[in-house]
């Protein structure tokens, strides 16, 4: 195993570029050299990583440089046309954005629930939609145990989800002041029944990618998961009321069990003494929170859930670096 690695961040100087940085240190990744890229407006300019100045270089000087691995998180467009040439030098490249996520050929990866959908061929590895990463980490062990033959998702997503401008608009708002906005309506004191782009069929783009990237993760075409998501005057995270119907009888004690075991998941749930996940608490974690566990009051095979995580960290930086870990532990850069 090398003991250090060329790792490259593609949108460096973005909300999750930045993030990105900051996990790789945070978990002491072994970046050897950190090679940070941006678009061509940024391009000599400095990131900083762990103590030291690192300055960012453009996308093809970045594929001449052959990192061991790349992590993407630059938009649709920029994946699509360059992560195929880091892939063509030999760079493994974790992409962020939807570009590939549903590539027959490319897996879709939450390490927690399906590390081992990589092959050792594969160059390209997607990492799911922040709010389909923290609703499988939850319906893994569930699907496993009583297997999930419906879901019902409703959204509470951060304005962190749309990036820096979005925040910008909300402070704004809560100045009073006014401006351009990337939302069609102000988010402040407001919720907004639309993230991302509306189909045909009335779902929009957000909606759609939960409800195809769970089958894809769980490695179940069968499992139907329904979305309705809704953007909230909030920055610590993304929330997520759930109610599934599972093929099995299940006890609420078994569910607690099972939930709590399983890496990177956190039961509160204690409504009793005020105890339940929060965007609030949230923030700048790597756990999905999870609790309101409740049985349905008309299906005794129905089950409700309120499950929250950092959208940037879990959603996005979190898990992408967890997927370069799972690579390394696995011997890719022996």
């Given at each position: 195993?090398?003991?250090?690695?060329?790792?490259?961040?593609?949108?460096?100087?973005?909300?999750?570029?930045?993030?990105?940085?900051q996990v790789l240190a945070e978990r002491n990744f072994p970046v050897s050299e950190l090679i940070p890229v941006a678009s061509e407006r940024s391009v000599g300019q400095y990131v900083h990583f762990n103590g030291q100045a690192a300055r960012i270089i453009g996308l093809a000087e970045a594929v001449e440089a052959a990192p061991d691995v790349a992590l993407f998180s630059a938009g649709g467009s920029v994946s699509l046309e360059?992560?195929?040439?880091?892939?063509?030098?030999?760079?493994?490249?974790?992409?962020n954005s939807s570009a590939w996520r549903m590539h027959a050929d490319v897996p879709l990866v939450v390490p927690e629930v399906?590390?081992?959908?990589?092959?050792?061929?594969?160059?390209?590895?997607?990492?799911?939609?922040?709010?389909?990463a923290?609703?499988?980490?939850?319906?893994?062990?569930?699907?496993?145990?009583?297997?999930?033959?419906?879901?019902?998702?409703?959204?509470?997503?951060?304005?962190?989800?749309?990036?820096?401008?979005?925040?910008?608009?909300?402070?704004?708002?809560?100045?009073?002041?006014?401006?351009?906005?990337?939302y069609p309506y102000p988010i402040d004191r407001n919720v907004i029944p639309h993230c991302d782009v509306f189909g045909p069929d009335g779902y929009t783009k957000e909606e759609m990618k939960v409800w195809h990237e769970t089958k894809k993760i769980l490695g179940d075409p069968a499992v139907a998961v329904v979305c309705t998501a809704v953007r909230v005057p909030v920055v610590g995270g993304h929330s997520e009321s759930v109610h599934l119907t599972?093929?099995?009888?299940?006890?609420?004690?078994?569910?607690?069990a099972l939930l709590a075991a399983f890496p990177g998941v956190?039961?509160?749930?204690?409504?009793?003494?005020?105890?339940?996940?929060?965007?609030?608490?949230?923030h700048e974690r790597d756990e999905v929170g999870v609790g309101r566990i409740r049985r349905d009051l008309a299906d005794p095979r129905g089950l409700h859930l309120?499950?929250?995580?950092?959208?940037?960290?879990?959603?996005?930086?979190?898990?992408?670096?967890?997927?370069?870990?799972?690579?390394?532990?696995?011997?890719?850069?022996d």
């Open positions: 195993m090398k003991d250090g690695l060329r790792v490259a961040v593609v949108g460096a100087t973005g909300l999750v570029g930045r993030k990105m940085l360059w992560a195929p040439r880091f892939a063509a030098a030999g760079t493994t490249v974790i992409d399906n590390g081992d959908a990589i092959g050792t061929d594969d160059r390209i590895i997607a990492n799911p939609n922040c709010t389909t923290q609703l499988v980490m939850v319906l893994k062990p569930l699907h496993d145990a009583f297997g999930v033959v419906r879901g019902t998702v409703s959204t509470y997503q951060s304005v962190t989800g749309t990036g820096a401008a979005a925040i910008a608009q909300l402070e704004a708002e809560r100045q009073g002041l006014e401006g351009p906005g990337v599972l093929g099995r009888d299940f006890t609420l004690d078994e569910v607690r956190e039961v509160l749930d204690d409504p009793d003494n005020k105890v339940y996940p929060m965007p609030l608490h949230a309120w499950i929250v995580a950092d959208n940037l960290r879990k959603g996005a930086a979190t898990n992408a670096v967890q997927i370069a870990e799972h690579l390394r532990a696995v011997g890719r850069w």
